[in-house]
């Protein structure tokens, strides 16, 4: 029995936890895109090094405040930040959207034009992150690093095995949560969200119905540019903050908004976590954890791991080939690519 309980704290140290934390991440980030998607009618490639500025400005207005002094208690001081750097971010998308992406849209470019222009702002935003806040490896969480603590859990369990869950894990679930409820009751509940629904569905029909396509673009940007900078901060306090890692994330954002169904903000979130647990499982070493379960003393000889770490990103690119080619709209049947 005790192995058996040793088991499941290991699964839950090394999988499930990372996974869910990993997969609120994903699912903030993917629905940036599917909303991008839905209503603008194009693939923000940009939308990964927007999560890099967004997290950038955060990171800077934390130093800010740290050094003045000031702090969240145990809570990471990042927090307080946030609504800056989610301000910062919502000013560059906007200009953004006023200097390339307007243009394109009133010459009814096909959607493909726009793709091509997100490819342009994707390097510049990423030049322009590495220039405010350089290429190296920032770590920039503080406060209380562990709610439970491994050592702590041994001694009141009895067990081998020690349940560590960081604050930044609990965090991340916690304001992830917080964030999707926020989005959907306000596409739910509010005018400005109904008319952005009814803007998605048809657009004729919104312009013809009296809904001011302006507005509902400058609010699709500014929801964008709140949902890509949590999950940027979110991702960067978890793990760390570095440039060139929010470029990469390109491709398990994208696939988790396609897994579930482009378009469809229900599917982002169930692509997130689809896709972050397809990447742990079948990354993580199963050794310790098989061990545990088998009889006796018996040990596996190997690691038992599918793939290594480094290819974990081949992983989300395995999902996203599979599943745009036996089901192009995705788990929620979104709008197909």
């Known amino acids: 029995m005790m192995d058996l309980l040793n088991g499941l704290v ?4 090394f999988v499930f936890i990372p996974a869910v934390a990993y997969g609120s991440q994903l699912a903030l980030g993917a629905l940036g895109v599917t ?13 990964g090094d927007t999560m890099a500025f967004g997290t950038a400005m955060t990171i800077l207005v934390t130093w800010a405040l740290q050094s003045a002094g000031i702090s969240f208690g145990p809570l990471p001081t990042a927090l307080i930040a946030l609504p ?14 006023r200097a390339v992406y307007r243009f394109y849209r009133d010459a009814k470019a096909a959607p493909v034009i726009l793709v ?3 490819m342009g702002v994707m390097f510049v935003m990423n030049g322009l992150v590495r220039f405010i806040i350089g290429v190296e490896e920032i770590q920039f969480t503080d406060g209380e690093r562990f709610i439970i603590n491994a050592r702590a859990f041994k001694e009141w369990s009895g067990l081998e095995e020690g349940l560590a869950l960081r604050t930044t894990q609990l ?20 005018r400005t969200g109904k008319s952005m629904r ?12 009296g ?28 793990k760390s903050f570095k440039a060139f890692t929010y470029y990469q994330l390109l491709l398990p954002i994208f696939a988790a908004a396609v897994v579930g169904g482009l378009g469809n903000p229900l599917g982002a979130i169930a692509g ?3 896709i972050a647990f397809s990447e742990v499982m079948v990354t993580y070493a199963w050794k310790q954890v098989v061990a545990y379960a088998a009889p006796g003393d018996w040990m596996p000889s190997g690691l038992l791991q599918l793939m290594s770490t480094e290819y974990k990103f081949a992983v989300s690119f395995a999902i996203l080939i599979i599943v745009l080619l036996f089901k192009p709209t995705g788990l929620f049947k979104g709008q197909s690519v």
Do not use: K, M, Q
Not at 10 to 13: P, R, T, V
Not at 84 to 97: K, Q, R, S
Not at 221 to 232: F, M, N, P, R, S
């Open 35 to 47: 909303l991008i998607y839905g209503i603008l009618r194009f693939s923000n490639f940009a939308h």
């Open 116 to 118: 091509v222009a997100s």
């Open 211 to 238: 809904i001011n396509p302006d507005r509902v673009v400058a609010v699709t940007w500014i929801i964008v540019a709140a949902l890509a900078t949590t999950a940027g901060v979110l991702y960067g306090l978890d």
């Open 198 to 209: 009814a803007f998605s569905d048809n657009e004729d029909l919104a312009l013809l119905s």
């Open 171 to 190: 965090l991340t679930v916690v304001v992830a949560a917080i964030a999707v409820a926020l989005l959907f009751w306000f596409l739910n509940r509010t």
């Open 272 to 274: 997130g976590f689809v």
């Open 84 to 97: 800056l750097g989610i301000a910062a971010t919502a000013l560059l998308v906007l200009g953004t959207d």
């Open 10 to 13: 290991a699964f839950l140290n």
